[in-house]
């Protein structure tokens, strides 16, 4: 990863942390489903303290690794049999709130709970 993506990792970190605080609710739409059922297009968002939704896919996907298909929308999910939303959710809160060891923490994991809108 070159300086320019680490540079980029950080601010949305950064932002995420500004936006979600542990405890929060990360809310996921399904955008697209492919006919295989194996890829999905999902977005993130969570309640800004205006009230109103603010979209997250941008730094999620960022701090994730997962392409945003700005086409049909959503961040993009391969595999199936199991709830992707929750996995993004849990993934963004592991890696916005590790440990300092790096081990994993299931209260870590856990930190930000997840909806399906």
């Not at 995420?16 to 993130?44: A, E, P």
Request: with cysteine; charged share 25%.
């Amino acid at each position: 990863m070159g300086a320019k993506e680490v540079r980029y990792k950080q601010e949305a970190m950064e932002m995420l942390h500004k936006l979600l605080k542990q405890g929060d609710t990360v809310y996921t739409v399904l955008r697209h489903v492919s006919k295989s059922g194996m890829q999905r297009r999902i977005d993130c968002y969570c309640i800004g303290e205006d009230r109103r939704l603010v979209f997250l896919s941008g730094y999620v996907g960022t701090v994730l690794g997962l392409r945003h298909d700005y086409k049909k929308g959503g961040l993009v999910v391969n595999g199936c049999g199991m709830d992707m939303g929750f996995h993004i959710v849990h993934s963004l809160s592991s890696a916005m709130f590790r440990v300092p060891n790096g081990e994993y923490s299931h209260e870590v994991a856990y930190a930000l709970k997840h909806e399906w809108i």
